[in-house]
């Protein structure tokens, strides 16, 4: 792969779960690493691990949902590190509630989070990537931007927003030597994301979960391989492409599982 010596990445959401592992695996490959998150204690332990590998990586709290700091932040992040070459926007929050059950307000919080705050740090990066002509910006997405889940619009959405941008992105930026990657995982465990408040208790088995491993492995390849989009597992492609081939056939079978598991 790419060797991300003297090379630097920014990951947002690294206080906890995939962002934690992928930002220690982006380290680990030789890039100095900048850490976002609101729980700075968490983050002092991610970064202390960061530091063994690349002492002068460093962190910022932040909270990505005030759209106004993300400016800030991105000009903070600038400063420090002179330039960002790598930008894996994982910071991210579920919304497991079912349309009935959910505020407007919902909505639109899962939205600020999820979408206009990734987008807001990547046009803030993306002058100074393409000044230079050179830079990956990343997002960590979710099969559900692809795949409907059951009781996951406002989620759901807020993925599919991010991952109609960064197509449209990948597009633009042709030419550019600015290079564009979308990370679609399924379901993965060992994260925070199952027991935030505010949530359902989640209709699929935790047993299935894959480790962060798997995502941080999912990113290193994009980077390598300059491809755009990645599922984690890899075989949810034919899901989607199967959805794609016959979308009535997909929604009546999502609406038949759910059933069965609401009923278990
Ligand atoms: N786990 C899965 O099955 C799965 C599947 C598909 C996609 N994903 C996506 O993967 C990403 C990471 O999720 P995860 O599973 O690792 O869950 P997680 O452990 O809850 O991680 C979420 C991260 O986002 C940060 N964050 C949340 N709100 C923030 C805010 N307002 N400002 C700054 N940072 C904020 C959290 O840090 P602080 O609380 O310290 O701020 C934390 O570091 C998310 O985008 C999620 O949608 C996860």
């Known amino acids: 792969m790419e060797t991300l010596r003297g090379r630097t990445a920014l990951v947002t959401g690294a206080s906890s779960g995939i962002g934690a592992v992928v ?82 307000a919902e909505a639109e919080d899962v ?61 633009d930026l042709d030419g550019t030597g600015v290079q564009v990657h979308v990370v679609q995982p399924a379901l993965i465990g060992g994260t925070e994301l199952f027991t935030q408040p505010g949530n359902e208790a989640p209709l699929s088995d935790l047993s299935d979960a894959l480790p962060p491993q798997d995502v941080a492995d999912a990113v290193l390849n994009a980077l390598a391989e300059g491809r755009f989009e990645q599922y984690v597992p890899d075989w949810f492609h034919e899901m989607a492409s199967g959805k794609a081939a016959d979308v009535d056939a997909f929604v009546a079978g999502v609406k038949e599982w759910t059933r069965e598991r609401l009923e278990r």
């Open 23 to 104: 930002a220690e695996a982006l380290a680990g490959a030789g890039a100095r690493v900048g850490l976002v998150a609101r729980r700075k204690d968490r983050l002092e332990r991610v970064l202390a691990r960061c530091r063994e590998r690349v002492p002068d990586s460093a962190m910022w709290v932040a909270d990505l949902a005030d759209l106004d700091a993300v400016d800030d932040l991105a000009a903070a992040v600038e400063r420090e590190f002179g330039a960002v070459d790598v930008l894996v926007n994982n910071a991210g929050m579920p919304k497991r509630r079912r349309v009935q059950d959910l505020s407007p």
């Open 111 to 171: 939205m600020r989070l999820n979408y206009l705050s990734p987008v807001r740090l990547t046009l803030a990066l993306l002058p100074g990537m393409i000044e230079r002509g050179r830079g990956h910006l990343v997002a960590v997405g979710s099969v559900a931007a692809r795949l409907g889940p059951p009781h996951e619009a406002a989620y759901a959405a807020s993925k599919a927003a991010l991952t109609a941008f960064w197509e449209c992105m990948a597009v």
